[in-house]
Each structure stands twice: as structure tokens, then as C-alpha cells.
């Protein structure tokens, strides 16, 4: 569904090659940012960039520097200090396969990358790269983006979290990103006030689904289909959707984001076939 | 010597409180970032930008960034699976005191941080926070940069290196962002091509001056001067200029590096007093 040819030829040229020094780290980056991933984030920034009529070429640069965000995200999680995971899409994770300390500074750099692809970008005005610079670091960062969400996270596998908790573990850990990269595409699309407004409420809800779903796969699905072992996420005592409410409830839950990022969309006097498509896509998906 | 109470109001203010969510990251940041630092590279950012006549307000959230980077790259390179340090200036490293995985997501979102501070400082005009951010990015990531040394450095540890592999891992490793620190003051100063390319000249010698003599100090000082154990580098193998050239040679070595620097400086028409100063502390530089 969302794979792009034109992200992954981006990603290949805005990526140190693998046979330049330091060589093993720009392997690293490479082995996991090839890996199959869904390019679940550069999509959605594509799409909404594109809803506001913003050219590709506008987008692109700042899709693939949300996708190295993502990855490096990965990496450092995958840690066996973190969520120690040897496995990811059925392949060795980053550390497993090059070592803890390439892991490491494969993800330190892949971070670096990404904020300098859109200081770089000679596609958009100046205005526009520090909005979205400052909008990638805000969505990235703490105390509002991912790394709080990690820590959030791994403060709670040791406990028992009420609902409140789970949706601010998700709001940050993977809320705020997949928010940021639809904001972004209307950021460079030049969007309204009032348009900006509904495009985060559809992000906020997009996430929430994004994560509900992903946490119903993790129960429902082979582990063909999902490249990973399921059940882990019950077996580290991960705070999850189906473990506070059920499966039933889960699945209300999912179809409430989906209506509710929908309604969002109803806002928006622009074409989001694409944006809406996303939504049911990720209502729908098994993998 | 490189003191300054401003930067450490600014670092203060910059960062997010303790108290706020997720606490022990940002506590872990804090242990890290206030734990006697010597200041140096934001010194050397405000007096390049001084001498070029920019205001320290212009100046102060840049020097901070540079900073978070430096500290950034102090918690992950203390880590055990690189180069496993238990103590630096004296107290526990960040993953010793808060744990591995606190002190990735603490490195992570200092990194972060970093660059969100200059794409959000209100004193810079945008095309100078683009600028900055550029810079700051190529310095500390790869191919040209500090994580891109610190991969070397490890790639290194195994095996004998020649001079031209040393320089090299020091050029990437410190040279780098000590050379990007002088240039973004002066970026900010709005200095000419000209004198960016002497400042260039100056931070390159500066940054040589001070790997060298922070080799010769592994030697010679004391564990009460340094904060951590001397000796450490010979220990673990690391390459180190006393070691390749012994430490009469090293120190010829520092006289010259010390001397071309001071040529750069001749070649800019401005007040650059506290510039010759800061090469002359490193020259001499106990700790």
C-alpha cells in the first residue's frame, strides 16, 4: 500500500554509501533502512502534502528524513538494553547482525541525516525548512515526542498502567511522529490555520489506530505475516489495547478512530481520497 | 577558563525540568550536561562571534546546541558496548547512575534538542539558523563528522594505526565540531568568505592542539586533575599521538599546531585577543 519507488530512490541517494568510511556504520543504516519497511510515514506525508497541492518535489526530501527519524527510532529500540529484539521483518535486527556500538552510532547518525536533509533542501523557502525542522525535533524529542514515549513505555512494562497511561505512552511514542508527518505535507502545502488544525486531529486518530491495530496483529497474526514473533508484546508484559480492554472493545475502539479521523477529513474542502484510503487501510491491515 | 555563567543559565533554561515527564531521562540529561563540563566549545562559539561583532544574544542558544551535541556524544561513547567508561570528571557516567537504556533515550533527545534550540531561536535570521543547523549536522554525524570518528576510533582500537589514519579519526572524532563551533560564531557575525576561511584554518589547529595535549595529559596527569583514570587510553589501546611519536615529538608537535593557529588568526582584521587566548590555555592546559 504505501511503498513509493520515488522514497526509496530518495532514501538510497540521501544515504552515505555503503562503501564510504566509516563503512560499517553506513551498512548498518543501510541494512536497516532497506529492510522492508512500510514507509507508513513518508506516504502520509506525501499524501496530505499533495491534498494541499504541494509537488513531490517539495515533499520528498522531508518524507525520507521522517523515515530516517523512524528507523533510527528502531535501531536504538531494538537494543538489548531497550526492547532487546533480535529479530525484525524476519531478519536480524541492526545490533544483532553488526554489533551493539554500530547500532548505535548507525542510529546517532541516521538522526544527524535527517534533520540536515531538510536544513539542506533546497526544494523549500527558508520558513518552511525551520517550521519543519522545529516540527520533526518537537514530534522527535522529549518531553512531547517519541524518546519521552520510549521511556514512558519501558517505565511501564514493570507495572500495571490504567487507560490514561497507554494513550499517553502512544500519543508520544508513535502519536507525535505519525501527527508531525501529516502536519508536515500541509506545512509545505501551504495550508490554512483552520486546515493545519483538522490535519492534526485526523493525525491524532490515524496514530491511535495505527497502534490499536498493531497491537490487535500482534495477538491475531502468523508470525509470517508479521515478520516478528507474535505475542511478544504479552510476554514482556508490554502495555497494550487488547490487554486493558479486551479484543471486542479494542475493535470498537479502532472503528471509533477510524470515524473520528474521517470526520476530520470532512473539514478539509480539499481532495483526500488518498488520506481517507490511508485511514481505511490501516483499519483493514493485517501485516 | 571557559566558564561562563550565561551558558549555564541558558543550558538551564533550554532543557526541560527535571521534574517534568519522562523524569529520569531528563534528570539523566541534566547528571550529564551539569556535571562540570569545561565549556569549551561554547566559548569558543561566543568569542568567534564577538570578535565579529554579533551580540551574545545572537550567540548564547547556538553555543548551547553545540554543547548538547558534545554531551550527547559523551553519553553514548561511556556506553559499555563502546567504550565502557565508569567514571568521567569524577562522578558515574549517565548509563552508571540511570541505567543503559535512560542514557541512550538521554543522548538521543539531547541530540534532538539540539537542533530544535537553533531552528527556534527567534534572534537568528532564517537563513543563518538554516546555515547553523547544516553545519552543526555535517560536523556530528557521517561521513564528515563526530560519530563518524567515534566509529573510527572503535574500528581502530583492534589493530596499529599510521599518522595519516590518526589524524584522521581526530579530524572526524573532536576536529569537527571544534571547527564548526568557531565557524558558526562567525557565521552569526556575518563574517566574509575570507575570514570564515581563516576562522576555518584556526579552529583546525585549535582542534588538533586539543587532542594532542589531551593525549599528553593521559600521561602525565594526575587522576585528581583529569576526573578519570589516567593512562586509560594506553590501557585500551587507543591510538594516541605520544604513542605513535612519543611524547618529545607530540610536543613539538602541540608548539606547532599552536603557532599555525595563531597565523590564521593574523589573517582576520579584528580584535582577536580572546581567539590567541584560547589556543594559548590549550597549549598550556593542565586538566
Redesign the interface.
Known amino acids: 500500500m504505501f511503498q513509493n519507488t520515488l522514497v526509496e530512490v530518495e532514501l538510497n541517494n540521501l544515504l552515505?554509501a555503503s562503501g564510504?568510511?566509516?563503512e560499517?556504520?553506513?551498512q548498518a543504516i543501510r541494512w536497516s533502512m532497506f529492510a522492508g519497511g512500510k514507509r507508513f510515514r513518508p506516504a502520509l506525508l506525501l499524501a496530505t502534502g499533495e491534498a494541499f497541492g504541494a509537488p513531490v518535489t517539495a515533499l520528498i526530501k522531508t518524507a525520507c528524513a521522517f523515515e530516517m527519524i523512524h528507523t533510527?527510532s528502531l535501531i536504538?529500540d531494538d537494543?538489548p538494553?531497550?526492547d532487546d529484539d533480535d529479530l525484525r521483518r524476519g531478519r536480524p535486527t541492526c545490533h544483532v547482525r553488526f554489533?551493539?556500538?554500530?547500532a548505535?552510532?548507525a542510529?546517532?547518525?541516521l538522526?544527524?541525516?535527517a534533520?540536515?536533509t531538510i536544513?539542506?533542501d533546497e526544494q523549500l523557502d527558508?520558513?518552511t525548512?525551520?517550521a519543519l525542522?522545529?516540527e520533526l525535533?518537537?514530534a522527535?524529542?522529549?518531553?512531547e515526542?517519541m524518546?519521552?514515549g520510549?521511556?514512558?513505555d519501558?517505565?511501564a512494562e514493570a507495572r500495571q498502567v490504567n487507560a490514561r497511561e497507554l494513550e499517553d505512552i502512544h500519543r508520544h511514542k508513535t502519536g507525535a511522529l505519525i501527527v508531525a508527518a501529516a502536519r508536515s505535507g500541509a506545512i509545505i502545502g501551504k495550508a490554512t490555520e483552520a486546515e493545519l488544525d483538522a490535519v492534526t486531529t485526523y493525525g491524532w486518530h490515524l496514530g491511535l489506530l495505527f497502534q490499536i491495530t498493531d497491537d490487535l496483529l500482534d495477538i491475531t497474526a502468523s508470525a509470517e505475516d508479521l515478520g516478528k514473533t507474535p505475542g511478544k508484546d504479552a510476554q514482556s508484559r508490554k502495555a497494550t489495547y487488547p490487554g486493558l480492554y479486551g479484543i471486542e472493545e479494542t475493535r470498537e475502539a479502532a472503528a471509533n478512530a477510524h470515524r473520528a479521523g474521517c470526520d476530520a477529513l470532512d473539514r478539509i474542502d480539499r481532495s483526500t481520497t488518498v488520506l481517507r484510503e490511508i485511514v481505511d487501510f490501516i483499519l483493514n491491515r493485517t501485516g
Open positions: 552515505p564510504a568510511a566509516p560499517k556504520v553506513h533510527y536504538h537494543l538494553s531497550m554489533g551493539e556500538a554500530t548505535i552510532l542510529g546517532d547518525a538522526q544527524t541525516l534533520f540536515r536544513a539542506e527558508l520558513a525548512r525551520v525542522i522545529s525535533a518537537r522527535s524529542g522529549t518531553p515526542g524518546v519521552a520510549q521511556a514512558l519501558m517505565e
